[in-house]
């Protein structure tokens, strides 16, 4: 530990998810050397435990595999699951500011402290952005343009695809919504799901609401073949929170890589808590706690500080460190995709939970003139039966305490219902808003560390889109062939778990954290990566996104290294 | 007095009764018996007498109770403590679990028997292969 | 072509073909009756955990199987590019310990370490002697007396072949009969038109099977040295780990002239070998469809049946394994129960014209569901059965 203290390394990342870890391992690879500062536990060893954790509990949440006793560095996944949070002061991970807040819900979205980070349980999705979601205000005149553009970024989105690990249909993504791809994915698709064979016969090709209705498969970090030494997707159908056998990517791939060129070394259990400048804005120091809440600092001076901890972390670091903020915009323009759903019960059978939980979706309404107006979104087809809205458990209750049912008559209305269920899901891009933002609480967290506070309102330009995808939806399964719809009450929507926007990218330093590299306008030698400096949310799944402006930055940080490496 | 013995058949015997499914596992049934007994003691005991002494099953609204909330546990390995019966009981109320329950091993959970009624596996652990979701369930 | 070296005219190449058409297929049904052997229900004596892997290891190997299927499908496309039909033909299990150029004849084995060692022999990259790997992990030598070692090596006679002969005289096949995944559950399979789509076919081929240098470590060798290798460590750390159903090894159901009859274990019990049978039949109506989806040009038509096709094998062909495994093979075998045989009866091509081609079809199903329900009726057998007949029925060419 203290050779690894005293040891001066080139870059300083802190936090080891997706953008983090694929960092290092650029980095390394050509030989920079690299500390990769992370406040959880590395468990790569304990997968299996961690599966059989998910099996064992009751509370099956995105964070239930992962629960341990003690867990040092807190976080809104393990948080949720911990016993004894009923105290108020302590009820949330997060601290909210709700006074003003016109729908039911509080921001739900949540994140994960552990080596390898959130991918460990992410869905997996990873559609790009395409060309419109970079000049929304040109175009639609809401929101902001991105400083870069769609094509700034294709080649790296091609690398991006190509280091998770993506499953694909090249031929039916190029240039759809303007989205040209230069290169096809580096796996072929993953197959769809038995209800999305129903739902190709009876709708592709027609149109709703004006527009084509195409039913694409899902571009996936899933393999469809063995990839990296890892196996093709068995469909063990746990996606989140946990993949068994880790053909779901998670960002361990990439610290594994990246340890393994010699260049990188890892703290783990490592909470970095502060950031330190001098008068000339250079970053020299920067300290964390470890686990008996020691103390520790890092001299930084001779080297470049990468942010890689997430859209929320990142801010109450920064915050915490009064770092960085000249703009006074670090902690604004939070973002996440407001999502609502339509359920139904199939006439045919459609038999959910085999597979990943979603295969395709529909992504037609991801742009066009009503953005002017109201978010566009794009639809998820679910292979999980009502998804949250309804568990087989639910169901299974309901038939036993409603209907009193037991013995066979039980188990054949269990099937006849639950291998009926449907969900479609609409995710609305949610535009920069400084009010939507994150700062500090005086509430301190389990180490001493002032929690983040969030305020989360959503506007009329979802509210309106959601009543326009739920009738899109409905039409959708009218042609299906369905019974029982239902949906959510308007000011029911949940989140999405993309968490975005919070040290947001841009020209003018007045008016943006960072420049299209990550480089924060304030101090040169720290650089930010991560969905955080998203301009705008887009309808797209943040990550790979996030992935290709994070290896943009490191070939900017290696003089075009990669790409010319590619080429 | 019955002896455990006797008492961890009956219930077995019970179960699949309820259920009306012959291969239940005996290794997850003895260790359900033993946390109903930990956890609803003689009502537990006394439903397994009648049962076994030929009083209908059904008769009093707390052995239906804990009927129910036995095929609950067989379907889905979630248990029911009793703090908790009401509300699982209320038909006006979405049913939340409150208290985080884990057991002791994911067994239970693997022979949920909604995962067979729905012809589907336990989330988590694997259907098969590569795209077998593709096709209608083989079972 | 035993005689020879090298591939120089259409015919050498056709040969070549059906030679790899025969491994392939012959592969497939080794490595699906290897994943079929393991242990995958949750009521069998692994503990959790172990279950896990071997879960994982039958996928994977289920997984090979599948691209075996996809290069068998491949060089359907292959040979009817060059004017010729696709071939489903191969000798029976177990074969005859010199039918191919492998040292180790392709057979119907359990999982075991000795399966492992020798489904990594048929997937030796290029770089490894298969001498020296068989004298090192089984202790055998043999003569070396033929052309090929290897199924790369086959691959890489046949692209040598393709390249001496003009384009324009070799590739005379009619174009619309290629199929494209489409028609077939194969989003890798490439149409074959020309010199380059056809060396594209056989590079993928190559490539899955041994891996290429970059790629290695997602190669069908890659895979099996991974299971391999787990399996030794968990035995070392469970001794009485054992992952595998107890079943019989190179069953059969008649003593057919063309199979090595000293390695065959005859089934013996009489619903076993009526269901065995039964398994064999729809298997060779399912290879027989397939072939006729690639010899026709009515793609519409033909996609269903393609469909219907490979949707037997989930659904109809591995529910009927499982039901085997768990009936008894015979008293000869003890307590050992049995397993398919992937016989192949002789039988006709089905035409490629589709009026005629539904008419066998349909004719032939109706005597299979037939002879399935004499059987339902006859035995009390494991809910397996019932399940893959229901299901049979379910879906219509
Ligand atoms: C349920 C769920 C499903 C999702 N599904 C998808 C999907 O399908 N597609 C998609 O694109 N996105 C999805 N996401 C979002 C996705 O998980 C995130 O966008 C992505 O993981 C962000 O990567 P990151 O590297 O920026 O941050 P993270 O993965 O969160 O990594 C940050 C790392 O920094 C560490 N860290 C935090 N604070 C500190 C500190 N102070 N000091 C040191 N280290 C620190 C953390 O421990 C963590 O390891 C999903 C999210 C959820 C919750
Ligand atoms: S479906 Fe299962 S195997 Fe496939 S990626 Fe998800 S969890 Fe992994």
């Given at each position: 530990m203290d050779k690894i203290k005293n040891k001066k390394y080139d870059y300083i990342i802190v936090g080891s998810g997706i953008c983090g870890s694929i960092a290092a391992y650029f980095l390394a690879k050509f030989n920079k050397t690299v500390l990769l500062l992370e406040a959880g536990e590395t468990r790569d060893k304990d997968r299996i435990e961690m599966s059989g954790r998910y099996a064992r509990t009751s509370r099956k949440t995105p964070g239930s595999p992962y629960v341990k006793e003690n867990q040092f560095a807190d976080s809104p996944d393990f948080h949720e699951n911990i016993k004894n949070n009923n105290s108020e002061k302590n009820k949330n991970f997060y601290v909210f500011d709700i006074e003003n807040n016109k729908f039911k819900n509080v921001f739900k979205s949540t994140y994960q402290r552990i080596t390898g980070g959130s991918t460990w349980h992410w869905l997996g999705n990873v559609p790009r952005f395409i060309p419109s979601d970079f000049k929304m205000n040109s175009i639609y005149r809401v929101g902001k343009d991105w400083p870069i553009t769609y094509h700034d970024l294709e080649t790296y989105y091609c690398i991006a695809e190509n280091e998770i690990g993506v499953s694909g249909n090249h031929e039916k993504w190029n240039k759809y919504l303007g989205a040209y791809r230069s290169k096809s994915f580096p796996m072929s698709e993953i197959w769809e799901c038995y209800a999305d064979t129903l739902f190709i016969k009876k709708v592709d090709g027609k149109s709703i609401n004006g527009k084509e209705i195409r039913i694409l498969p899902t571009p996936q970090?899933?393999?469809?073949?063995?990839?990296d030494g890892r196996p093709a997707c068995a469909g063990n159908s746990s996606c989140v929170p946990i993949c068994p056998i880790q053909a779901k990517y998670d960002a361990t791939v990439h610290i594994k890589k990246a340890l393994k060129t010699g260049n990188v070394d890892i703290i783990d259990n490592a909470v970095v808590n502060k950031l330190i400048e001098n008068e000339n804005k250079e970053i020299i120091a920067l300290s964390y706690l470890t686990l008996n809440n020691n103390k520790v600092e890092i001299d930084t001076k001779t080297a470049k500080v990468i942010l890689a901890a997430n859209s929320i972390e990142i801010p109450r670091l920064l915050l915490n460190s009064g770092i960085a903020n000249s703009s006074d915009q670090v902690g604004r323009n939070l973002m996440d995709h407001a999502q609502g759903y339509v359920t139904a019960l199939t006439n045919e059978k459609i038999y959910p939970f085999r597979g990943p939980l979603t295969t395709s979706g529909i992504d037609?309404?991801?742009?066009?003139?009503q953005r002017k107006e109201l978010s566009a979104f794009r639809i998820s087809i679910g292979n999980d039966g009502w998804g949250r809205i309804k568990s087989p458990n639910a169901v299974v209750r309901e038939l036993i305490i409603k209907e009193n049912l037991l013995g066979s008559k039980l188990y054949n209305a269990v099937e006849e219902k639950v291998t009926r269920m449907i969900r479609m899901s609409y995710s609305t891009e949610v535009l920069p808003n400084k009010n939507n933002r994150v700062t500090l609480s005086d509430i301190k967290d389990n180490i001493g560390i002032r929690k983040p506070k969030i305020s989360f309102n959503i506007s009329k330009y979802n509210a309106d889109a959601f009543e326009v995808a739920k009738e899109v939806c409905t039409k959708i399964f009218n042609e299906v062939g369905v019974s029982e719809l239902s949906t959510n009450d308007n000011r029911d929507y949940s989140g999405a778990g993309h968490i975005m926007g919070t040290t947001c990218m841009g020209n003018d330093p007045e008016k943006s954290v960072v420049n299209d590299y990550g480089n924060s306008h304030d101090n040169h030698n720290l650089y930010i990566i991560g969905p955080s400096v998203f301009t705008t949310s887009g309808t797209a799944n943040p990550t790979l996104t996030a992935v290709a402006l994070t290896i943009r930055t490191i070939d900017h940080l290696l003089n075009n290294k990669i790409t010319k490496n590619e080429v | 007095m019955l002896s455990k013995k006797e008492l961890l058949k009956i219930f077995y015997k019970l179960s699949i009764e309820l259920v009306?499914?012959?291969?239940?596992?005996l290794e997850v049934s003895n260790y359900y018996f033993e946390l109903l007994l930990n956890e609803y003691g003689d009502d537990f005991i006394s439903l397994l007498n009648n049962n076994y002494f030929g009083k209908k099953a059904k008769s009093t609204s707390s052995e239906r109770k804990l009927n129910g909330l036995i095929i609950y546990l067989w379907y889905t390995s979630e248990f029911i403590t009793r703090s908790e019966l009401d509300s699982f009981f209320d038909v006006s109320d979405d049913f939340n679990k409150q208290n985080e329950f884990v057991h002791s091993s994911p067994v239970p959970y693997y022979n949920g028997l909604v995962w067979k009624a729905i012809r589907a596996h336990p989330l988590g652990l694997t259907g098969g292969y590569f795209g077998y979701w593709k096709y209608k369930p083989e079972n | 072509m035993k005689y020879k070296h090298k591939a120089e005219t259409r015919s050498d190449i056709l040969t070549l073909l059906c030679e790899a058409s025969e491994i392939e297929h012959g592969l497939a049904c080794s490595y699906l009756f290897t994943a079929f052997s393991l242990k995958c229900e949750v009521d069998e004596s692994l503990k959790w955990e172990q279950l896990h892997m071997v879960k994982k290891w039958a996928a994977q190997i289920f997984f090979v199987a599948s691209e075996e299927m996809l290069h068998l499908a491949q060089v359907w496309n292959l040979l009817t590019a060059i004017g010729g039909t696709p071939y489903y033909a191969r000798p029976n299990f177990p074969l005859n310990a010199k039918y191919y150029h492998f040292d180790i004849p392709i057979s119907l084995n359990p999982f075991s370490v000795s399966t492992m060692k020798r489904f990594k022999m048929y997937e030796l990259p290029r770089t490894i002697n298969e001498k020296d790997y068989v004298k090192t992990e089984f202790g055998l030598s043999f003569e070396d007396?033929?052309?090929?070692?290897?199924v790369g090596d086959l691959y890489a006679m046949i692209k040598e072949g393709i390249k001496s002969i003009p384009e324009e005289k070799l590739f005379i096949g009619d174009k619309d009969i290629q199929i494209g995944s489409d028609v077939i559950d194969f989003p890798d399979i490439i149409k074959v038109t020309d010199r380059k789509t056809s060396l594209e076919a056989i590079d993928q081929i190559m490539e899955q099977g041994e891996?290429?240098?970059?790629?290695?470590?997602?190669s069908h060798y890659w895979i099996f040295s991974q299971i391999l290798s787990e399996f030794e460590q968990e035995i070392v750390n469970d001794n009485s780990f054992n992952p595998v159903k107890n079943i019989i090894e190179n069953p059969v159901v008649f003593n057919k002239g063309d199979i090595d009859i000293n390695n065959a274990n005859i089934l013996q019990n009489e619903s076993a070998i009526l269901i065995s049978d039964l398994f064999d039949d729809l298997y060779v109506l399912m290879m027989q469809i397939l072939q006729h989806v690639f010899l026709t040009s009515n793609k519409k038509k033909s996609r269903e049946l393609g469909k219907f096709a490979i949707h037997m094998m989930p659904i109809v062909i591995k529910p009927l394994a499982d039901c085997l495994s768990k009936i008894?093979?015979?008293?000869?075998?003890?307590?050992k129960t049995a397993s398919p045989s992937f016989t192949i009866n002789r039988h006709v091509q089905i035409p490629s014209n589709y009026d005629i081609a539904i008419i066998l079809i349909n004719e032939r199903l109706a005597h299979l569901i037939e002879r399935s329900e004499f059987i339902s009726k006859k035995y009390d057998l494991p809910e397996e059965f019932y399940k893959a007949i229901k299901s049979l029925k379910s879906i219509k060419p």
């Open positions: 970090a899933r393999n469809s073949e063995n990839y037609a309404f991801r742009d066009g003139e | 009306d499914i012959k291969d239940l596992k | 007396s033929y052309d090929y070692k290897t891996g290429t240098e970059i790629d290695e470590e997602n008894p093979a015979g008293s000869l075998y003890k307590n």
